[in-house]
């Protein structure tokens, strides 16, 4: 099933390699994924590449904060994605388990019925 009116954003700078299976895991799922690298050095380039196969990866040039990423992220998602109504957000080490966000996926449209 794929969850065309949610976005989950994971902001990452300088992300460890479990970025790859979360957001390969959270795809397969059926959750529409952006990933913000937030100014991480080029060193992290092949990872990011691997991303990009599971979400939409944007970026900058210079390292901002999670605040910062969080923001230019919503704030994409505003002027891009007219019929997203919920944004979850994630953190790229895989602190949130993919149940976990299921639950607030269901939890938010089941309020909002």
Do not use: W
């Not at 969850?3 to 299976?21: G, R």
């Not at 970026?59 to 998602?77: C, E, R, T, V």
């Not at 993919?98 to 309020?111: A, M, N, P, Q, S």
């Amino acid at each position: 099933m794929i969850h065309e009116d949610v976005i989950i954003l994971i902001p990452s700078y300088e992300p460890e390699e479990n970025i790859i299976f979360l957001t390969k895991q959270l795809s397969e799922e059926g959750y529409p994924l952006l990933v913000i690298n937030d100014g991480s050095s080029r060193n992290y380039d092949a990872i990011f590449d691997e991303v990009e196969k599971y979400a939409k990866v944007i970026s900058y040039d210079k390292n901002k904060g999670k605040g910062y990423a969080l923001k230019y992220g919503i704030n994409h998602i505003r002027k891009n994605c007219p019929n997203v109504n919920y944004v979850i957000t994630a953190d790229g080490d895989g602190q949130h388990s993919i149940k976990d966000i299921g639950k607030v996926y269901h939890k938010l449209t089941e309020t909002n019925e």
